[in-house]
C-alpha cells in the first residue's frame, strides 16, 4: 500500500516527484524510484490523502500530526465527494417529520440541545432513511455502473 509520495525541491518553487514510499508483506517499507513520472490516481479518498502524508496540505494540518510542509496547499481534500447520491425523504406520521429536516443547522442544533438535555426530540426517535449510491466506476463483470444501496438509521 502506498503511502507518501517521494518528493525532491528542485528550486525554491519546484518540486520533483520521484518515487512513492510503499508497505509490501509483513508492512515492510519499501521505496519505490520512478523512471519518468509518478501519477497519483487512488481515488477520491484515498489521492487527498496521498497528497497530505506526502506534506501537500494546509501548513496548520500537516503541523498538528507532525508530517513536513512542502506546500503549503490548504484546498487538498477539501469539497470532497466519492459519489452522487440522491435521497428522498418522506413524511410517515402527521407527528413525526421527515429526518432531512435536520439538515437545517438550526434545527439541528436546537434538536441536540433537546437531546442531550432530556434524551427527548427529534434526535430520539429513531428516524430511518434508506440510500442508494451511483458509483461512477462501472463494474468490470457487467459493464454498467455499480449500485450501492443500503438502510442508515439516523
Not at 525541491?9 to 519505490?32: M, S
Not at 479518498?45 to 507532525?66: M, N, T
Not at 442531550?116 to 463494474?139: R, W
Request: proline letters at 5%; aromatic letters at 6%.
Amino acid at each position: 500500500m502506498v503511502q507518501r509520495v517521494i518528493l525532491t525541491r528542485l528550486e525554491d518553487v519546484k518540486l520533483l516527484a520521484k518515487g512513492v514510499q510503499f508497505t509490501f508483506k509483513a508492512g515492510k517499507k519499501h521505496i519505490g524510484n520512478a523512471s519518468q513520472e509518478v501519477i497519483l490516481s487512488a481515488d477520491a479518498l484515498q489521492s487527498p490523502q496521498l497528497l497530505e502524508l506526502s506534506g501537500i496540505e494546509s501548513r496548520h494540518l500537516l503541523e498538528r500530526f507532525g508530517i513536513e510542509v512542502i506546500i503549503d496547499n490548504p484546498f487538498v481534500g477539501d469539497n470532497l465527494q466519492d459519489h452522487p447520491m440522491a435521497s428522498i425523504s418522506l413524511e410517515v406520521a402527521d407527528h413525526i417529520p421527515p429526518a432531512d429536516i435536520l439538515r437545517d443547522p438550526n434545527i439541528f442544533s436546537a434538536a441536540t440541545e433537546e437531546y442531550n438535555k432530556s434524551k427527548t426530540g427529534l434526535l430520539s426517535l429513531g428516524h430511518t432513511a434508506q440510500h442508494s449510491c451511483q458509483s461512477l466506476i462501472s463494474s468490470k463483470t457487467t459493464g454498467r455502473p455499480s449500485y450501492q444501496h443500503g438502510w442508515t438509521c439516523i
